[in-house]
């Protein structure tokens, strides 16, 4: 088994098989989107022709929708697994997001929590996509006054209930649109059902990867993830690597892998964060040029799979630093220029 390799292609990275970015993140139920200006290129990296405006047009027309959802976190969904995949990560998401303002010494007492998002649900219901301002303008007109960091916490726990979700894209500021306008009115499905969709989704676009991996990534507990396996059945099969269990999927891709590409990776993409363990695709003594302990996550650049340096997506020519491996900057000018030819289509 070449790991490197099966990532790469079930992952769109290599050889990408779809041409629409909403079947980019279909296809790997959920994508995490932190950085609002690269989460477009996250996906757009995974399709036949990267094209900005095609992320675009499909985030506006509402395929796409961004929240915060596994782990609390910023996430990726398309709108067809929206509800379903809200109703089984949420409960747990709201219980992290929970301890984290427990930490910040943040306390919402629910009277407080159904007052205000009443008021998000009315500002955003007015328009069809408002900003963190509209909000704070909604509410001074209500004598309500709060710190950004509390209406932070207000906002995301309205997604958490399905009231909020992403509105149209901007250049550089998230936008919130009411979720059940942009989304439709909320579908609900059998839990089992859902469990084993959203392992199937992550076996399929991450293989091989262990249980551990698949619990990482979705937030959940390990019963749930057990059980998400086990629906799934024969579709998945074990197979040893390194004294490690890894699950793939039957229909595996294992072909189309082709050595020399280089990749200029976005921070925070499923390449990494989509696994607990990352040692595969990035050595431990670098793993500090990759990401913090504190979850802050860097532009990478791979090498036939296998990370090897760090780029910079805002400048206006290629600029790199590589810290494994003989490289220098012309070894990725093919990718640079794919990246720039992104942008401006």
């Not at 709060?146 to 399905?162: A, K, P, V």
């Not at 269990?245 to 280089?262: A, H």
Request: one cysteine or more.
């Amino acid at each position: 088994m070449n790991p490197i390799a099966i990532r790469l292609l079930n992952q769109q990275l290599a050889a990408p098989q779809f041409s629409d970015p909403a079947e980019v993140i279909g296809h790997l139920g959920a994508m995490q989107a932190q950085e609002y200006r690269l989460m477009r290129w996250a996906v757009e990296m995974r399709t036949k022709k990267p094209s900005a405006k095609a992320f675009n047009k499909a985030f506006d027309s509402d395929e796409i929708v961004r929240l915060h959802l596994m782990r609390g976190t910023w996430q990726l969904v398309v709108k067809e697994d929206y509800w379903w995949m809200l109703d089984l990560c949420a409960p747990k998401a709201i219980t992290v997001t929970k301890g984290w303002m427990h930490s910040n010494k943040i306390d919402i007492p629910d009277e407080e929590y159904l007052k205000i998002r009443k008021i998000l649900a009315q500002t955003a219901a007015d328009k069809r996509s408002v900003t963190k301002e509209d909000f704070v303008q909604a509410l001074t007109e209500k004598d309500i006054t709060m710190d950004d960091h509390r209406l932070s916490y207000h906002i995301r726990m309205g997604e958490f209930t399905g009231t909020l979700c992403s509105g149209d894209l901007q250049p550089m500021k998230a936008t919130y649109a009411l979720a059940e306008n942009k989304v439709g009115p909320r579908k609900t499905i059998d839990r089992d059902e859902a469990l084993m969709r959203l392992a199937k989704k992550y076996f399929q676009s991450r293989q091989p990867a262990t249980l551990e991996d698949f619990v990482w990534w979705s937030g959940l507990g390990i019963n749930d993830c057990r059980k998400g396996i086990e629906l799934l059945g024969d579709y998945l099969h074990l197979e040893k690597w390194k004294r490690r269990e890894f699950y793939l999927t039957d229909d595996c891709r294992t072909r189309g892998f082709r050595k020399g590409q280089y990749l200029l990776i976005p921070p925070y993409d499923e390449y990494l964060i989509g696994y607990k363990s990352r040692d595969i695709v990035l050595p431990a003594e670098h793993r500090h040029h990759a990401h913090n302990n504190s979850g802050i996550f860097q532009p990478i650049i791979a090498h036939d799979g296998v990370i090897c340096g760090n780029w910079s997506p805002f400048k206006e020519d290629c600029q790199v630093s590589f810290f494994e491996g003989n490289f220098d900057a012309e070894d990725v000018q093919e990718a640079w220029q794919i990246y720039l030819k992104f942008k401006q289509k």
